[in-house]
């Protein structure tokens, strides 16, 4: 209904009551991300992940909110966590954001292994 602001503030308080539903998390972080406040994001993700280090959404939102930030160091370091995340979880946009950190980090061989990921899943 284009109400960003009371949709915001009603993800914001979901999240107060449920901080550690992924389904609440994920959907205040997006909204988050699509206003580029990345520093609560990144809060609010990274206390996530230190809970569920696994969840798939969290990776794929902290890996985008990195990525927006050009902060390929800290967007690499999910690289390896993403490699052993079953195929039929894996996104495809998180997995070239990882793809090219990794190349502009010159880490050629993670780089690869991500493109070869892309190259099976689709």
């Known amino acids: ?26 959907s ?41 930030q050009d902060n390929y160091r800290l967007t690499s370091s999910f690289s390896n966590r993403w490699l052993n995340i079953k195929p039929d979880e894996i996104n495809v ?4 954001r990882l793809a090219i950190a990794n190349y502009e980090l010159k880490n050629y061989l993670l780089g690869y292994k991500l493109c070869d990921t892309v190259i099976r899943v689709c």
């Not at 988050?32 to 996530?48: C, G």
């Not at 946009?93 to 070239?96: A, G, K, M, P, V």
């Open 93 to 96: 946009s998180t997995t070239i």
């Open 28 to 68: 205040y972080a997006t909204r988050l991300l699509n206003q580029k406040n990345y520093r609560t994001t990144d809060s609010i993700l990274n206390i996530f992940l230190a809970i569920d280090s696994t969840s798939v959404p969290a990776i794929n939102l902290a890996v985008r909110s990195l990525y927006e």
């Open 1 to 26: 209904m284009k109400m960003v602001d009371t949709a915001l503030y009603y993800y914001a308080e979901a999240y107060k009551l449920q901080p550690f539903n992924i389904k609440y998390v994920s």
